[in-house]
């Protein structure tokens, strides 16, 4: 495995692995690589410093590295809410496109067209929409599956 710096063009910096340098280039050439803080998918290798072994036992190099910053708690139910990391922000974007270019959009009729589906009323299918909470109460209670994601903006927005 080899591990590369990457840089995307709004200049954030991020490690990825990949099994060769011919991986990274297939990758990179078929769109498959995006940023992870901002999704933007013009990612390149960036300069990296070679590992350089000083002869330092490890346990010794251990003992005298820096320690890594602790994740912050999760807020506390009624308090203020932190801001989404950017890697999170990124990924749900990236959801978002998904959902949005393989299902339809079907707005507030979506526990009707859930339900349907449900009772083999309607065509199966990818749908995503809005229902108020006593539609989601009736679609759990009729046992359809159902997941809810949170609908952050656009990754181009």
């Known amino acids: 495995?080899?591990?590369?710096?990457?840089r995307c063009g709004a200049g954030h910096e991020f490690?990825?692995?990949f099994p060769g340098s011919a991986a990274f280039e297939r990758q990179?050439?078929?769109g498959l690589l995006s940023c992870p803080h901002c999704g933007a998918?013009?990612?390149?290798r960036a300069l990296m410093a070679p590992a350089v072994h000083t002869g330092m036992p490890a346990r010794q190099a251990e003992a005298t590295a820096t320690p890594a910053t602790p994740m912050p708690a999760p807020t506390p139910p009624g308090h203020a809410p932190q801001a989404m990391p950017d890697t999170m922000l990124a990924l749900l974007q990236k959801i978002r496109e998904t959902v949005e270019t393989h299902c339809d959009d079907v707005g507030d009729g979506f526990a009707e067209e859930a339900l349907g589906m449900h009772r083999g009323e309607r065509e199966a299918r990818g749908i995503y929409g809005s229902m108020t909470e006593e539609e989601h109460a009736e679609l759990d209670e009729a046992g359809v599956e159902i997941h809810a994601i949170p609908w952050v903006r656009r990754?181009?927005?």
């Open 15 to 17: 490690e990825g692995w």
């Open 155 to 157: 990754a181009d927005s």
């Open 41 to 44: 998918p013009d990612v390149t």
């Open 28 to 30: 990179a050439a078929g």
């Open 1 to 6: 495995m080899i591990r590369y710096q990457l």
